[in-house]
Structure formats: C-alpha cells, structure tokens
C-alpha cells in the first residue's frame, strides 16, 4: 500500500481495513453504526465456537456475525420501526393507509 492508497477512503482501502481488524470489532463497530449493541460471543456457541463469526464474505472481507451475538429479542417496540399489525381489522386498516399513501 503507498501513501496515496491510504488517504483515499475506496471501498478498497475500507475493504482492507476490515480484513486487518479483528472480526469482532469490526462487526460491534458495524452494529453499532446502526445503533444496535452486540453481546458478547457464546463461548459454548456451537456455530462460531466463542468467536463471534462464522465467516467472512469472500469479496468484501466483511466478518459475518455469528447469531449468538444478536439479543434474542430483538425488541422491534424499542427501534419503533417495525410494527406488526396484531389483527384483521389493523391489518386492514394498515392496508388502506398504504393504499392511501402509495
Ligand atoms: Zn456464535
């Protein structure tokens, strides 16, 4: 890498960036870039064996994050972004708006 290379934010050099750092902190500092705190790896994880990843994508370098580091309930109540109609009627109702809306 030359000096240039470094100063140039690409997708390259970020590409780089992420394959030099440890996987697990690449992964909490993309969660946390959308807001989301990871917990720490299951040691007894049978998928990613207390690493926190079960891999990398082969073009991007990116960890994949292993489940075990998601809270179980990832409360949608909490992001607010997403809700779930619970009946028909809301169901319905929802319908319309988009119908509305679109
Ligand atoms: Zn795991």
């Given at each position: 890498m030359?000096?240039?290379?470094?100063?140039?934010?690409t997708?390259?050099a970020?590409?780089?960036?992420?394959?030099?750092?440890?996987?697990?902190?690449?992964?909490?500092a993309a969660a946390e870039?959308?807001?989301?705190?990871l917990?720490d790896?299951n040691?007894?994880?049978?998928?990613?064996?207390g690493r926190?990843?079960?891999?990398r994508?082969a073009?991007?370098g990116?960890?994949?994050?292993?489940?075990?580091?998601?809270p179980?309930?990832?409360?949608a109540r909490?992001?607010g972004e997403i809700i779930?109609p619970?009946?028909?009627?809301?169901?319905r109702?929802?319908?319309?708006?988009?119908?509305?809306n679109?």
């Amino acid at each position: 890498m030359n000096d240039k290379e470094m100063f140039l934010p690409t997708d390259e050099a970020k590409a780089a960036d992420i394959r030099n750092m440890d996987p697990l902190e690449a992964i909490k500092a993309a969660a946390e870039g959308i807001g989301l705190i990871l917990n720490d790896p299951n040691p007894n994880c049978k998928k990613c064996h207390g690493r926190g990843f079960i891999g990398r994508h082969a073009d991007t370098g990116e960890p994949i994050a292993c489940s075990c580091l998601f809270p179980k309930y990832e409360s949608a109540r909490e992001t607010g972004e997403i809700i779930l109609p619970q009946n028909r009627a809301q169901r319905r109702a929802a319908k319309k708006k988009a119908k509305k809306n679109g």
